[in-house]
């Protein structure tokens, strides 16, 4: 029981015009575990997060949450689907007419039908989880990008998903405070949160990582421990990019 | 003096009667109007393939017209199907269903501009289509299209004017009949656009109002 994927997506296809962007992947993901995705822009490496909720339509490929098949054409299990399945994203995409407690809580309101206070007591926990409870009246114009990033993490976190996908989600902050969001995915690490996330951080990667996905060309080209991919990879592609994004990250981050 | 007596004993009365029938003309076309166009617009942008021809067919219908012809359908054409609209409702009818097909276009564009991030995200946490906007694109959406809306009703109030020609007397009814009575033009249409300059001015004070009541961060003018 231990060992039977939480999530599992087979032969994931993707193609925009002639142009393929995911060639078939497949890959499953147990209970506490942390995948980690890597390799080059463009790579497919958001396309396949997109299509393991959706929000990209694969052109073929199944997806098993628990054990039973998504069916992402028909609406209401779809809708159920996602709310199983938090997403965070490069930009974070916080509802910006909302404020960071409303950003949190307008899901449970409004998908999971919950009332009132118990959706506000909920959000306002989520929110003081990432450290953000002093800021829960601001709105996303008054909050720096890692405060926005926590935000989403929280929103995220409300619904009580079983897994979680992160496109890389540090990408777009600045170098001080990406600190701060790792920070947060860390403490979701240690509480055994299932995620699959999308990174550069190579350092963060190889310390929590259950195992390192490389991917290129909309291909799966090795995967592993993280000490194996990024010391003793057998692939010579692996081995060259490892190399290049220690170099820019420093194994010191 | 005369013309101050003239204007005391006639003119006033009669055009606040009329004015008391603008607004009762003005109020209800404008919110239909304003309902119409966040249906219609939010149609045009997110509704099936042929609810969305549907709605395009009705904008272009009622904004390729004018409005007389539209009054004149709604108050002479319609008796000829055993349909018959008293001045006043074929007034609303006219007015809510041409503000409502401009008002469209101001939501549309709004809609459009909303970031495609804010529905992923609102997709990604298992909302439906309709669920996100009503939660997330139209609040954001009519927050912009405000200033246009607003200029819409505007426009609304002055065009309740033809109201008089399918017989329903507001205020410019009242003018006519009484310049013509008089053969007094000038002062008469003076004092009746004097009437609508008020009104408007009101009518742009409270949208502005409401702009600021609306106003959030990260939503506010850039301006001053």
Redesign the interface.
């Given at each position: 029981m231990e060992n039977d994927p939480i999530l599992r997506i087979e032969d994931i296809k993707k193609a925009y015009r002639a142009r393929e962007i995911l060639k078939g992947i497949s890959l499953s993901i147990s209970k506490g575990e942390l995948k980690v995705l890597i390799g080059p822009s463009g790579g497919g490496k958001s396309t396949l997060l997109?299509c393991i909720?959706f929000?990209v339509m694969p052109d073929g490929g199944d997806v098993w949450l628990e054990g039973r098949k998504v069916n992402p054409h028909r609406?209401r299990e779809l809708?159920?689907?996602?709310?199983q399945?938090?997403?965070i994203?490069q930009?974070?995409?916080?509802?910006?007419?909302l404020s960071a407690l409303q950003n949190v809580q307008?899901?449970l309101l409004?998908?999971k039908g919950m009332d009132k206070k118990s959706a506000r007591e909920r959000a306002v926990a989520e929110l003081e989880r990432v450290g953000l409870g002093k800021h829960i009246d601001?709105?996303?114009?008054?909050l720096s990008g890692g405060q926005k990033q926590r935000v989403?993490i929280a929103?995220?976190l409300a619904?009580d998903p079983k897994v979680m996908l992160l496109d890389e989600p540090t990408s777009a902050l600045d170098p001080e405070l990406i600190g701060e969001v790792l920070a947060v995915i860390k403490n979701l690490v240690a509480n055994g949160m299932t995620m699959i996330m999308a990174t550069h951080q190579i350092s963060f990667s190889s310390a929590f990582a259950t195992e390192i996905i490389f991917m290129e060309d909309g291909l799966i080209v090795e995967q592993g421990p993280p000490s194996k991919i990024l010391s003793s990879a057998e692939c010579a592609r692996t081995k060259e990019f490892c190399s290049k994004i220690y170099d820019l990250h420093g194994e010191g981050n | 003096m005369d013309e101050w007596q003239f204007f005391q004993s006639q003119v006033f009365p009669s055009l606040m009667k009329g004015f008391k029938v603008s607004i009762s003309l003005i109020l209800p076309s404008a919110f239909l109007g304003v309902c119409i166009g966040i249906w219609a617009g939010s149609m045009r942008v997110y509704g099936s393939t042929w609810l969305r021809k549907l709605v395009d067919a009705y904008v272009a219908i009622f904004r390729g017209t004018p409005l007389v012809v539209q009054l004149f359908f709604w108050y002479f054409g319609l008796p000829h199907v055993g349909i018959y609209l008293s001045p006043f409702a074929a007034s609303v009818v006219g007015f809510s269903l041409c503000s409502g097909a401009y008002q469209s276009e101001y939501v549309r564009g709004a809609l459009l501009s909303i970031k495609k991030g804010q529905m992923l995200a609102a997709q990604a946490l298992g909302f439906s289509k309709w669920q996100m906007l009503r939660s997330v694109i139209l609040p954001q959406a009519l927050r912009r299209a405000l200033p246009g809306c607003g200029n819409e009703i505007i426009y609304l109030i002055k065009y309740s004017s033809l109201a008089y020609m399918v017989t329903c007397i507001e205020m410019t009814g009242e003018a006519k009949i009484l310049a013509s009575h008089y053969f007094k033009y000038t002062e008469v249409f003076l004092a009746v656009g004097a009437f609508y300059l008020v009104l408007v001015s009101l009518a742009g004070w409270f949208l502005h109002h409401l702009e600021g009541r609306l106003s959030i961060p990260g939503f506010e003018h850039h301006g001053k």
């Open positions: 997109q909720n929000l609406k809708y159920g689907y996602r709310q399945v938090g997403m994203f930009d974070f995409n916080l509802f910006d007419h307008i899901a409004r998908v601001h709105y996303p114009a008054q989403s929103r995220a619904m | -």
